[in-house]
């Protein structure tokens, strides 16, 4: 079983849509929660950072934490074709511990 | 803040060469930096971990004598391919952490190697 399950995709949603992406993971002694966003040929860019269950809410992204299903989600509303990307899950068991990364879901926003 | 700068963003290089990879910090001091490769398609696989004045851990798979990584400064570390081969082709990755950072990692923007 993999540390972290991500759905590859790809996603594709109309101009507007909310856009969900998942990852379970199967370790209970991971802590940190990440999602980054990565264009083609890009290193990631870190997009949402957390701790604890719960949800996390930064403009148009929303990390949802929830450690007792060891589920997490990123919601991003009014999806525009700029984000149009891959997007990756990442968790870790401390903030200086390797981070171990889902396999990535291909988003397209169509215009 | 907390910027990672890498170098070169793509090199070609003849089979049986080694090629030297960049990773800076600007901005902060990063005590432990990340090295990752990334194949077509594929999410990022951890390499090595280094901490600053100290030997590199490799992940299990990954040859140390083939991809010697050093990190001899808070801001700087250095991921060697020696002597390499088609299959060494790759997107590669760093990423560092420290004092300073951000909550997260901050990544460098990746170097594509292709090795003919």
């Known amino acids: 079983q993999k540390e972290v399950e991500q759905d590859p995709g790809p996603l594709s949603v109309p101009e507007g849509a909310i856009v969900s992406l998942n990852c379970t993971y199967s370790?209970?002694?991971?802590?940190?929660f990440m999602w980054y966003r990565q264009y083609s040929r890009k290193g990631p860019e870190l997009l949402m950072y957390?701790?604890?269950?719960g949800n996390k809410e930064d403009g148009r992204f929303t990390a949802q934490v929830d450690k007792s299903s060891k589920y997490i989600s990123l919601f991003i509303r009014d999806s525009q074709p700029s984000d149009s990307a891959t997007y990756l899950c990442?968790?870790?068991?401390?903030?200086?511990?390797?981070?171990?990364f889902g396999s990535g879901t291909r988003l397209l926003v169509r215009p | 803040g907390a910027v990672v700068s890498q170098h070169p963003s793509r090199v070609i290089c003849k089979s049986g060469t080694s090629v030297k990879i960049e990773c800076r910090s600007l901005?902060?001091?990063?005590?432990?930096m990340f090295w990752y490769r990334q194949f077509p398609k594929q999410s990022l696989m951890l390499m090595a971990t280094?901490?600053?004045?100290?030997?590199?851990?490799?992940e299990q798979g990954v040859e140390k004598d083939k991809f010697l990584i050093n990190h001899a400064s808070l801001t700087l570390s250095t991921l060697t391919v020696t002597s390499a081969h088609p299959e060494d082709s790759s997107f590669y990755i760093c990423?560092?952490?420290?004092?300073?950072?951000?909550?997260?990692?901050?990544f460098g923007s990746g170097t594509r190697l292709t090795v003919v």
């Open positions: 280094s901490n600053e004045g100290s030997k590199a851990t490799y």
């Open positions: 990442a968790i870790s068991m401390d903030s200086s511990y390797k981070l171990i």
């Open positions: 957390t701790y604890s269950s």
């Open positions: 990423s560092a952490s420290g004092q300073g950072a951000r909550d997260g990692y901050t």
């Open positions: 901005d902060f001091q990063a005590t432990t």
């Open positions: 370790n209970s002694a991971f802590q940190y």
